[in-house]
């Protein structure tokens, strides 16, 4: 038995009902991670929310991008957070958010950025005709080597240094407890 081309209750393709899942579990997670109290479960959101751009990566034909998104974002960073909240701070938060106080002008700063993003999509041609994009891995490579390769450098310091002040505070609260 054959898939069909379209989900037959509501007539869309699999691939606009994979994105609007996707979309949705992104931004419900990216909401929990700024709405929740608990810190460890924020990170977890997180993650969510990084799987979840992951996988809208692979919707737009970037598997390298995705992989690169998971390992990264999800394997390296957001361990490294979690555990640096895990080995310096308690897992509850203050009882009044800092954020909560300036609900009014965050409000007023997401609706400005709504009414931005609204006007750049109505005045965006969308059927404009543009190159195809390659996304294979010898030509993401010689991109990177040839034409980013300070910009590479400088994000593996980056990680770097992020990794030692994992150790360095791992290390700093042991000594604490000892």
């Known amino acids: 038995m054959a898939i069909p081309d379209a989900v037959p209750i509501i007539n869309l393709s699999w691939d606009d009902v994979l994105f609007i899942l996707l979309s949705v579990t992104?931004?419900?997670?990216?909401?929990?991670?700024?709405?929740?109290?608990?810190?460890?479960?924020?990170g977890l959101a997180m993650m969510i929310s990084f799987a979840a751009l992951a996988g809208l990566y692979v919707l737009l034909g970037a598997p390298m991008v995705a992989a690169a998104q998971v390992l990264i974002y999800i394997g390296a960073i957001s361990v490294l957070i979690l555990f640096a909240i895990m080995l310096t701070q308690t897992k509850g938060g203050p009882i009044r958010l800092v954020f909560q106080t300036q609900a009014v002008p965050a409000a007023l700063a997401a609706l400005v950025l709504a009414v931005l993003l609204v006007l750049s999509i109505l005045a965006t041609n969308w059927n404009a005709v543009s190159a195809p994009i390659r996304t294979g891995t010898a030509e993401l490579a010689k991109v990177l080597f040839d034409q980013f390769v300070l910009p590479l450098?400088?994000?593996?310091?980056?990680?770097?240094?992020?990794?030692?002040g994992g150790i360095f505070l791992a290390r700093r609260s042991e000594d604490r407890s000892a």
Request: some cysteine; aromatic content about 0%; overall charge neutral.
């Open 153 to 164: 450098e400088v994000v593996s310091v980056l990680l770097l240094a992020a990794v030692i």
């Open 26 to 42: 992104m931004i419900g997670s990216a909401l929990l991670v700024v709405t929740l109290r608990d810190i460890i479960r924020c």
